[in-house]
């Protein structure tokens, strides 16, 4: 199949990153890159027969000011070979090893996520998503039900239940974040240990279902759903949170707090940050 590469470019921050990649994946597009901080781009790929909406694509770059450079590929594009140029594996605290389908295995690992690099995020490659994985090789999760809840990849869900967790639940309002969450479940093969769904926080209707949850999602939404992850939290329950800058945190601990959610640890990379709590146990 014959594909057109956008390489869209004034893209200041992830989060935008994302609202970029949502909006073109609505007009056809089939594949992204992952946000390149240093040119603050993305790159996307448009298949051929999705051509008649460029006129759509071009209007909406241009009105949001994003500068784009545009090439038609040729039909023998060999994907792997784009892929191993765009993403490379990760081995995280010497014990996880995040890798795409077509990068060789590693036997000497602890665990090994394999993750096909769509346009979800969630790779370990960002500092949030490389901060969560690290401190879930830390915790012990036999048995315990869990909530990825902006579940991307599916990344963290996937090595949650390689640490030992019963179930866990993913949920991702992306439709395309959705369907490569079910492939990465699949390929990993713990698709009978996860459930996916699409949605948003109004998905948690039972109270103290989780002994975990992961949200990896960005400030605003953290702070305008964490009443929803407290009241799905069981008491004495850990949850984590990452997403947002280190000048986020005041804000997401007093909210977290006032929800009774008690601080237990803070981690911090290249200006992200992690913060886990765990709920009182009345």
């Known amino acids: 199949m014959k594909y057109i590469e956008y390489r869209v470019s004034g893209i200041p921050d992830e989060e935008m990153s994302e609202i970029v990649v949502a909006e073109l994946a ?4 089939e594949s992204f890159s992952e946000w390149d901080p240093v040119q603050a781009m993305i790159v996307g790929y448009l298949p ?3 051509a008649g909406n460029e006129p759509e694509i071009r209007a909406y770059l241009e009105t949001s000011g994003r500068p784009y450079e545009r090439q038609e590929l040729a039909d023998d594009t060999n994907w792997n070979a784009v892929w191993e140029s765009q993403f490379e594996p990760i081995l995280l605290a010497g014990r996880c090893y995040v890798r795409a389908p077509f990068h060789p295995r590693r036997t000497d690992v602890e665990h090994e996520v394999v993750i096909m690099p769509k346009m979800s995020f ?5 500092a949030t998503t490389s901060l969560m994985l690290e401190r879930l ?4 999760l036999t048995g315990k039900t869990g909530l990825d809840m902006g579940s991307g990849t599916g990344v963290l869900a996937i090595l949650a239940v390689q640490r030992g967790a019963a179930h866990v639940d993913a949920i991702d309002i992306d439709r395309w974040a959705y369907e490569n969450a079910l492939e990465n479940s699949e390929i990993n093969g713990v698709s009978d240990r996860i459930s996916i769904f699409e949605g948003d926080a109004s998905l948690l209707t039972e109270p103290g279902k989780y002994d975990f949850i992961l949200a990896n999602i960005n400030r605003n939404i953290l702070l305008a759903d964490m009443e929803h992850y407290a009241r799905a939290l069981k008491p004495g329950g850990a949850i984590l949170f990452s997403g947002f800058l280190e000048v986020d945190i005041p804000a997401i601990m007093r909210r977290a707090e006032a929800l009774g959610l008690n601080f237990t640890l803070s981690r911090l990379k290249e200006g992200w940050a992690l913060i886990e709590c765990k709920k009182e146990n009345k």
């Open 122 to 126: 969630g790779t370990g490659h960002h």
């Open 137 to 140: 090789m830390e915790l012990d």
């Open 48 to 50: 051929q027969s999705q």
């Open 26 to 29: 609505e007009l056809g597009f």
